[in-house]
């Protein structure tokens, strides 16, 4: 290791307690995977399946409509945008050993996630919009 | 008798910038250990070389290498093991002091960090403390570790971050984790559940294959990573 | 190790889609014109293409992960290698079947 790196090692602590995360990072990131797993299946084999395949206007509106599948979206959108963000976080931690570059990447992830999460919740429990 | 080609890398730190390859052929059996080869160069080519061994009969762990690009011990890898064109190289992310000697403070600092030493303040009883084989064969394999490093020097957790606690370390925890005659797991697992400690272990499986006592080392960690959830 | 290589790269890959994937959806907020306009487009055969390719990498990130899960919860560390082609031919299956009806209305598509 560079000396470099070693110092911003002794310096900062911030690097050093933020990223892998603890055990319920971990142990989320399990539970997640494995519903996102059964609601890809479900996702999958009524879009492609049962379904033609096509994504109408009229198709999508008809399926939001019903609260069930606004849940079900719901829950989709959750669970793998968590899973999707705490996957890239733990990337970061195994390769960004910088406090400044980590500090701007998590601060990145943490702002793009929210308005990904909003944006996503907007289009699912605003519909229909006016 | 068969000639086989050597590929060695070379470091002298008092007159390379970087580390090189230098050749060297010896006549070796299909049953000379590689590191027999190695003292045949050392001995009879290049006094030069440098390398650590001591026991020669895989138990003291100094001879970890990378050999043909996995890591091993030079004194248990026979030459019919590797094939006529070997590559010797020093273990990978640590720091090179020369030749094939790395050092391995930044090792061993990890593996005084889970205090590898049995706790149990109940006074002695008469005899030895007792110990169910059930509960031995929990730890048996794990109690089997030399240290030699090859784990932790090829797992890419650690070859990204060298702050990570490695696979050596934590299979020592394990150890005296479920050892049920140790009395200090709760202050072991506070000290290996940091952001550096198991859960930079990806299931990546390289410790695996590297152990030269085939230790199921990743088996160990998620075990750990259990204990920790309560699971 | 190239089990988990492939892991890493399919995850990071899977979260840009899904960055696009809302940010696509969304347009359901401009009205059916605009929604049907944007579906018309990633209908087109290359998008169809790029969509099997996708269902390739969600499948080896799923299969591959249920591996990880089984290996975390309930051991098999020493089959490891078995389970993740054990995981792989499942994928693969799942793969023909999925991919199937995606290349039929992709052809359908092509001989209108
Ligand atoms: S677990 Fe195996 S590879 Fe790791 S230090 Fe111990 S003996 Fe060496
Ligand atoms: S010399 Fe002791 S382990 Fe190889």
Redesign the pocket.
């Known amino acids: 290791m560079s000396d470099e790196k070693k110092q911003e090692h002794t310096q900062s602590m911030w690097v050093r307690n933020t990223g892998t995360g603890g055990s319920r990072t971990w142990l989320f990131q399990r539970l997640t995977g494995l519903f996102i797993v059964l609601i890809i299946l479900l996702h999958f084999g009524i879009n492609h399946l049962i379904g033609t395949g096509e994504v109408t206007y009229d198709v999508v509106a008809n399926r939001l409509s019903n609260p069930l599948w606004k849940c079900f979206d719901m829950a989709f959108l959750t669970f793998a945008l968590y899973h999707g963000f705490a996957g890239v976080w733990v990337v970061v931690a195994d390769y960004v050993q910088t406090n400044s570059w980590r500090l701007a990447i998590y601060s990145a992830l943490i702002l793009s996630g929210i308005l990904l999460y909003a944006l996503g919740t907007i289009t699912i429990l605003g519909f229909p919009f006016k | 008798m068969q000639k086989i080609r050597f590929r060695i890398k070379r470091f002298n730190p008092a007159k390379d910038r970087r580390p090189h390859f230098e050749d060297f052929t010896v006549e070796a059996e299909p049953e000379t250990p590689v590191?027999d080869c190695l003292h045949e160069i050392k001995w009879h080519q290049d006094g030069t070389l440098a390398f650590?061994?001591?026991?020669?009969?895989?138990?003291?762990?100094?001879?970890?290498m990378t050999i043909n690009g996995q890591n091993r011990?030079?004194?248990?890898t026979l030459v019919k093991n590797v094939g006529k064109n070997i590559i010797v190289e020093p273990l990978r992310s640590f720091p090179l002091e020369k030749d094939l000697i790395v050092n391995l403070d930044r090792f061993y600092e990890r593996f005084y960090s889970i205090m590898p030493y049995f706790v149990n303040n109940s006074p002695p009883p008469d005899t030895e403390r007792i110990q169910w084989p059930e509960d031995q064969e929990l730890i048996d394999e794990a109690a089997s570790c030399?240290l030699?490093a090859s784990c932790t020097s090829s797992c890419p957790s650690f070859w990204a971050d060298d702050d990570y606690i490695g696979p050596s370390a934590l299979l020592k925890a394990y150890r005296f984790i479920f050892d049920t005659r140790d009395q200090a797991q709760k202050e072991r697992l506070a000290l290996i559940n940091t952001s550096k400690g198991p859960w930079k272990c990806h299931t990546i499986f390289n410790c695996n294959e590297a152990c030269?006592k085939d230790i199921d080392i990743t088996n160990a960690i998620a075990r750990l990573k259990l204990k920790l959830n309560d699971l | 190790m190239v089990s988990w290589a492939l892991h890493r790269l399919s995850g990071l890959a899977l979260v840009a889609y899904l960055c696009l994937h809302i940010f696509v959806i969304h347009n359901l907020a401009y009205g059916p014109e605009r929604f049907d306009r944007v579906m018309e487009l990633l209908g087109s055969p290359a998008f169809k293409l790029m969509e099997i390719g996708l269902l390739g990498v969600i499948l080896y990130h799923a299969f591959n992960g249920l591996r990880v899960i089984i290996i975390d919860f309930w051991g098999g560390t020493k089959i490891q290698k078995q389970l993740f082609w054990i995981m792989m031919v499942i994928a693969a299956a799942l793969f023909v079947a999925g991919a199937a009806p995606i290349a039929g209305h992709l052809l359908n598509a092509l001989a209108h």
């Open positions: 590191l650590r061994r001591s026991c020669g009969h895989a138990i003291c762990g100094s001879c970890a011990l030079a004194c248990q030399i030699c030269p």
